[in-house]
């Protein structure tokens, strides 16, 4: 079975601070994303990695930055922490293909005081 | 921008059928659909992808009319544990440059199944 890994649960961190949030995939998948989720606006894709050093922005990237270095680890970068990044991050890891589904993660609820 | 449309909230009784429609009137011709289910505290979770007509697994079925347009979730004799939000994803990431607005989740349906 694929195993999507976050390196936390919960996160408490303050305004302004830089925040690293972490992600490990065991399956050897290609792609990997970040989303965040909030009540009543679903997932929203925020960087999308097809490949090492690979990175393509989704729909909400403004604040977040990304880094893969290695194949199955994929971190969101929260460069000076803002209250409204309050939320559900989600990873998730395919194989490369259209047609691939994705595994999740459990997620890391941050929250930026 | 193939958005998505779902219904916010449904309800149901146990051992009955149940049938979420999701809308994605933009759906270019890449596009996959996929429906994903999440329970509280955990991530989404894989169900069942079609490209056109009908799909049936082992825990659902999905209808696709000719036109793409829509995509209706079938779960047959749902359960107290089908208690969960439902979540329609259309989109295709196989090409590079952007994947703004390629891979769109939606707002997901909550079931809530009584018994």
């Known amino acids: 079975d694929v195993k999507v890994t976050q390196s936390s649960r919960y996160l408490v961190k303050r305004t302004g601070e830089k925040v690293f949030l972490e992600c490990v995939q065991d399956?050897?998948?290609?792609?990997m994303f970040w989303y965040r989720q909030d009540p009543g606006l679903g997932l929203r894709l925020i960087y999308f990695s097809y490949d090492v050093k690979m990175k393509e922005k989704g729909d909400i990237p403004e604040g977040y930055s990304v880094s893969r270095e290695k194949k199955e680890r994929f971190s969101l970068i929260l460069e000076s922490a803002s209250t409204n990044q309050t939320s559900m991050y989600l990873c998730a890891s395919s194989l490369s293909g259209v047609e691939q589904p994705q595994h999740f993660g459990d997620g890391t609820r941050l929250s930026i005081l | 921008l193939a958005k998505t449309t779902q219904p916010i909230s449904m309800d149901s009784y146990e051992g009955q059928e149940v049938n979420i429609t999701c809308s994605h009137n933009n759906i270019a011709t890449n596009d996959y659909i996929t429906w994903y289910q999440q329970f509280p505290s955990q991530g989404p979770r894989f169900i069942i992808q079609?490209?056109?007509t009908k799909v049936t697994n082992e825990v659902a079925s999905l209808f696709i009319p000719a036109d793409r347009k829509s995509s209706t979730l079938s779960l047959p004799r749902v359960s107290l544990s089908d208690t969960a939000v439902y979540y329609c994803l259309v989109g295709d990431i196989s090409n590079r440059g952007s994947t703004l607005g390629r891979l769109y989740f939606g707002r997901g349906t909550q079931l809530t199944v009584w018994p």
């Open positions: 079609g490209y056109k």
């Open positions: 399956m050897d998948h290609e792609n």
